[in-house]
């Protein structure tokens, strides 16, 4: 008979407790998760401190662990249906796709790039190099994917991290967490190189904002954190809210640009910051248009006393009310007494432009369409509608001039011309993936180099070969 030794028999026993209580939510410590913000942040410092010892291959090692994690099937699907149960908001099928694009399309260490001069003095190099311990604030409608990204980036610059998740993604952030954490000590990194406390709470947060060893910070959510995090005294990377506006005029390919806008606002039920917010069309094509937005899945409310029901639901003065934020369109219908047809993805409603379906950031599948009578209109309605958040716009148009003209006056940080909007986040669109768009900072689609520090380093005298 084989006897197991009791100190197996302890591991294996704490695994599975860990596991268990990892997957019911119970707040537990260990494998990166603190029971306060203060040992997070230094057990993070000391892991970065060990972490500057690492090769640059052993980091791009780590990264490539982070995105193995994520990839995993099961994992994928787990992160998805979960973040879906523990938020409330979003949908499984578009969680997954979301997931793997911050796994696949996130820079690793490829993103530092380092620059040089060389001549008579010497050779002078300008190094990317990491802050120390950044902390992240992440948001509750892209739970996992803004971990996976953030982590890879911040990571592949040489930092750690402290995360200060959404207190209602509390459940699927400490999975992941733990997930990464056990995952990259297996693999020789330093643990606690990703980081979080047991209970998230804005307490914490500012605890991590004023901590001192946590030298960047950096926001992903509404307008109060990102404000929360430039007022901190810490050089801060803000990447706020936005209200993207689809503009359409006479001369785009109408059915195409229908298909992308409820391909792109019902993407997870609309809660991307870059989703389609609103319409803006140019009225001669504003009929067509909408009978070919109903052809690929959305249903139009025609009925004033519907929309003004709608609104009383779902908008609570200038913001969104939270409990119907990333709900299903077909659940937003029922629960105005509209039998939901079915396969529907958006509801649309013809709005006048000062309606809260186009003004309030809904992240949730409504969507004002506007009217505009000709195209100067309609780009003056879109850059208003997107509050100067600097953030995200969409314009269907065969009209290059047109094109150029609305992005120079818009000047947002993700123009995306003749496609759905996450074609603007590597979905389908060329370019890398982010979870993180600083537009009030001006990062813009944060990558690894976005968490480093340019650092000179001077040999005088020597190594030019020129
Ligand atoms: P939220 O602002 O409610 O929360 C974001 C994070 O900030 C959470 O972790 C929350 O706990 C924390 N937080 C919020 N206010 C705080 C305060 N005063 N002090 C300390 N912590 C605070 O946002 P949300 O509902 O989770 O996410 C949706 C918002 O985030 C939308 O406005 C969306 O546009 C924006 N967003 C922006 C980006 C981007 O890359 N620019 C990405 C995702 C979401």
């Not at 997957?23 to 500057?52: E, I, Q």
């Not at 640059?56 to 662990?65: G, N």
């Amino acid at each position: 008979m084989t006897t197991i030794s009791p100190e197996v028999v302890r591991k294996v026993v704490a695994e599975i407790v860990r596991e268990v209580a990892a997957r019911s939510g119970t707040p537990t410590v260990g494998d990166g998760v603190f029971p306060d913000m203060d040992a997070a942040v230094v057990a993070a410092d000391v892991a970065w401190r060990a972490y500057l010892d690492c090769s640059m291959k052993d980091r791009a090692r780590f990264v490539r662990v982070i995105r193995d994690v994520a990839l995993q099937p099961e994992h994928l699907e787990y992160m998805a249906r979960c973040a879906v149960e523990e938020t409330g908001m979003g949908n499984v099928a578009d969680k997954i796709a979301k997931n793997r694009a911050a796994a696949e399309f996130t820079p690793g260490t490829e993103d530092l790039v380092t620059e040089a001069w060389s001549g008579d003095d010497g050779l002078t190099t300008i190094e990317i190099s990491p802050f120390g311990v950044i902390g992240a604030i992440t948001p509750t409608t892209n739970p996992t994917e803004t971990i996976i990204n953030n982590a890879i980036g911040m990571l592949a610059a040489g930092n750690a991290v402290v995360f200060s998740p959404h207190p209602r993604a509390t459940k699927i952030s400490h999975w992941l967490i733990r997930t990464l954490n056990r995952a990259l000590v297996a693999a020789g990194a330093p643990p606690n190189l990703i980081v979080t406390v047991s209970a998230p709470s804005i307490e914490n947060t500012n605890a991590m904002m004023q901590h001192k060893l946590v030298r960047l910070l950096v926001a992903t959510g509404g307008p109060g954190i990102v404000k929360a995090v430039l007022s901190s005294g810490k050089k801060a990377i803000g990447a706020g809210a936005g209200n993207p506006p689809a503009l359409v005029d006479a001369t785009a390919n109408i059915e195409k640009a229908a298909k992308d806008i409820v391909d792109g606002a019902s993407f997870d039920n609309n809660l991307p910051c870059t989703a389609e917010k609103e319409v803006i069309a140019v009225e001669s094509i504003t009929d067509l248009l909408k009978f070919e937005m109903l052809r690929h899945g959305a249903y139009e409310l025609r009925d004033p006393a519907q929309i003004a029901r709608l609104v009383d639901l779902v908008v609570d003065g200038r913001h969104a009310v939270t409990d119907w934020v990333g709900k299903d369109a077909s659940v937003i219908l029922a629960a105005i007494g509209v039998e939901p047809p079915p396969g529907v993805r958006l509801i649309i409603a013809e709005v006048p432009f000062d309606h809260p379906f186009v003004r309030v950031e809904l992240m949730m599948p409504v969507l004002g369409i506007v009217r505009a009578k000709d195209l100067d209109a309609a780009m003056d309605m879109a850059v208003i509608a997107e509050h100067g958040n600097r953030h995200t716009a969409i314009m269907h148009s065969s009209d290059v001039n047109a094109l150029t003209r609305m992005a120079k006056r818009i000047q947002t940080t993700i123009f995306v011309k003749n496609g759905p909007s996450y074609a603007g986040i590597g979905i389908g669109g060329e370019g890398y993936c982010t979870f993180t768009i600083a537009g009030p900072t001006g990062e813009g689609l944060t990558s690894a180099r976005s968490f480093a520090r340019r650092r000179r380093c001077v040999l005088v005298g020597g190594l030019n070969v020129r």
